[in-house]
């Protein structure tokens, strides 16, 4: 029989993971809105303008990422900085998924892929 003790503790850390999960998926929304920004503001340092050339659209459960142009596809092609943000990005989407226990979607990429498999604990 468990005494109140052991039901206190248990019913304690039920309560900290259910906060820890939170904090978690908080954090990573953070983390998603501001590796999207900072995307956004070296994109328009290549002269590349939103709504023209390529968009990025963050909502509840739902990232829209387009390059519109051959002129931005270009450039991201050339500058690894940039193809580096997009891995942060996709790694950041992982991340999410694999959490909320989603499937792999974008299996071509590896960044999103690794975060995925390191959320999802597969």
Request: with cysteine; net charge positive; charged share 30%.
């Amino acid at each position: 029989m468990m005494g109140v003790g052991d039901r206190l503790r248990q019913f304690w850390r039920a309560l900290t993971q259910d906060d820890n999960d939170a904090t978690r998926e908080a954090s990573s929304r953070v983390r998603l809105m501001q590796t999207s920004q900072q995307l956004n503001n070296l994109l328009q340092r290549h002269q590349l303008q939103p709504g023209i050339d390529y968009c990025i659209s963050l909502r509840s459960r739902q990232v829209q990422i387009s390059l519109d142009s051959p002129r931005a596809q270009e450039i991201v092609r050339r500058h690894p900085e940039l193809r580096l943000r997009f891995d942060e990005l996709f790694a950041c989407l992982g991340e999410i998924d694999g959490r909320a226990g989603y499937p792999c979607r974008l299996e071509k990429s590896a960044a999103y892929r690794a975060s995925w498999k390191r959320a999802s604990g597969r």
